[in-house]
């Protein structure tokens, strides 16, 4: 494995050691990535516990599809924190309800607890909810049009996705609030580490989830309707394939899952469109094209930036042992600017026909939900682009959220130049 080279990137030194958690890899991990993609495509990260790190499109495409390794161990690591906190209390309700969530789940129990969702999540079923979802994109849009400005993040990619969530799920509109403030918290257990009083946050927001599903399901038993909880509901009465911890923790995992890496998609997106007008400009003289378009705004800057995998087996990743129980992080970030897979991958090519990302990753782990945030994506670029061709980027100065497994944006002010 041969060392990364410390010229300078852009005025800045190039890491070792690589450090996630910098400002400036937040605000741009992309130039970090391809230098650590160039020199040191597996590049070991040094701690008390061994981690790698690969970037390589074919690389990290067969880890994350590979039969002998397994997913992240967190919930059985959240336990091993209970030792650290002082007085009452511990992390057990949130570490059972993540170690019921299936993408912390192996084979057969993933495709057990994966299966009975897979038709409401298929393109078909969901091109029913088109015209309920632009109709939210036409509501949110009008409303930014009747305020003159547009704050994006808040005003909309923060609302159309817990707005079609919710609706696909069932959960009542007045009860939107409420169930963003708990995504809001519960979503920072896919970044680690955590503090422990973020834990013991995360645990409190568990226990009121639960409660809440608890009763949604109750009353879905006595008034069905035609959303997924609904069907889950009926479904197991009659097959009995979840435990009723298992049906509490789907609920909560559906709602969480959707809405961060949603929000973080349409952000994302949507600044890739604002810093790049001649791209912004092709797609509004070419709606027709929304959806090759949607598949590079998602290669250009994914939502989901690594996903943890962990050897069942001694594994050899270019010449490199690998022993079981390592952590492996593979950069869904990094490999989809291989410029081995994709032609000049740092350009922004909204009319790029071969695009084979993994945005939403690979294999049986996919996120079931991947085909909701196009549709989602899809409706809502266009309609911006139809309502505001115009519109601009308000201010260089952007924020991002400090997790580093899934990427957004805290703000996106934009000139609507109306």
């Keep these: 494995m041969q060392p990364i080279n410390r010229k300078l990137i852009d005025g800045e030194a190039a890491i070792p050691p690589l450090n996630l958690y910098l400002k400036s890899y937040r605000e741009n991990p992309y130039k970090y990535l391809k ?13 008390p516990n ?24 967190l919930p059985y690591r959240l336990l091993k924190k209970n030792d650290l906190i002082k007085g009452e209390g511990n992390l057990n309700v949130l570490s059972d309800a993540i170690a019921d969530w299936m993408i912390f789940a192996q084979p057969p129990e993933h495709t057990r607890l994966r299966r009975p ?13 088109t015209h309920l979802v632009q109709k939210d994109v036409d509501s949110l849009i009008a409303a930014v049009r009747e305020k003159g400005e547009m704050e994006f993040i808040a005003d909309i990619a923060k609302k159309l996705p817990i707005i079609t969530s919710s609706r696909l799920l069932g959960i009542p509109p007045e009860d939107y609030d409420i169930i963003y403030k708990w995504t809001n918290c519960l979503v920072d257990i896919f970044d680690q580490p955590n503090t422990l009083e973020s834990y013991q946050a995360m645990n409190q927001t568990t226990i009121e989830f639960r409660e809440y599903f608890t009763r949604l399901i109750a009353t879905k038993r006595k008034r069905g309707d035609d959303g997924l909880i609904s069907y889950l509901v009926a479904l197991n009465d009659e097959e009995h394939i979840y435990s009723d911890d298992e049906l509490l923790a789907t609920c909560s995992f559906l709602i969480t899952a959707a809405q961060e890496s949603t929000e973080a998609f ?31 705004l998602l290669r250009y800057d994914p939502p989901i930036q690594m996903l943890v995998r962990i050897p069942l087996t001694e594994v050899n990743i270019m010449g490199q042992t690998i022993q079981p129980g390592e952590r492996i992080l593979t950069s869904l970030a990094a490999a989809n600017r291989d410029p081995a897979e994709f032609d000049e991958p740092d350009v922004l090519n909204l009319a790029r026909a071969k695009n084979n990302n993994i945005a939403f990753g690979y294999g049986i782990h996919t996120c079931i939900g991947a085909w909701l945030a196009r549709l989602e994506g899809q409706l809502l670029f266009n309609s911006l682009l139809a309502s505001f061709p115009d519109m601009e980027l308000a201010s260089d100065k952007l924020s991002w959220y400090p997790n580093v497994f899934i990427r957004g944006l805290k703000e996106l002010p934009v000139n609507l130049k109306i």
């Design 35 to 47: 230098e650590i993609r160039e020199h040191a495509p597996l590049y070991e990260i040094k701690g």
């Design 50 to 73: 061994p981690e790698w790190f690969i970037t390589r499109y074919e690389d990290v495409k067969a880890v994350i599809s590979g039969n002998n390794y397994s997913v992240d161990d």
């Design 117 to 129: 969702m897979t038709r409401y999540f298929s393109p078909r079923e969901l091109s029913r909810m």
């Design 266 to 296: 349409m952000g994302n997106s949507v600044l890739a469109l604002l810093k790049n007008p001649d791209q912004k400009k092709w797609l509004s003289s070419n709606p027709d094209k929304i959806t090759m378009a949607v598949e590079e």
